[in-house]
């Protein structure tokens, strides 16, 4: 337990940028019709399931279309 509470301060803000990062992902999604590749719901499952910063990057650089 002592070993966990010295990472506290470095796992704290990785968790807060994790969680912003998917629920900016989520957002986008939801609010976006067009995608380079596959659909609303392809990119959700790729999202939500893969949601330690590999399924929102996935997103952003093969899903995101350019505006």
């Known amino acids: 337990m ?3 509470m010295e990472f506290l301060p ?3 803000p990785l968790v807060i940028v994790q ?3 998917l629920a900016y992902t989520l957002y986008h999604i939801l609010t976006h ?6 659909n609303r719901t392809m990119w959700l499952i790729i999202t939500i399931v ?4 590999v399924g929102p ?8 279309e350019d505006a």
């Open 2 to 4: 002592d070993n966990l």
């Open 10 to 12: 470095f796992l704290v």
């Open 19 to 21: 969680f912003g990062l």
């Open 33 to 38: 019709d067009n995608y380079k590749r596959g």
């Open 50 to 53: 893969l949601m330690n910063f």
């Open 57 to 64: 990057i996935l997103y952003f650089v093969f899903g995101k």
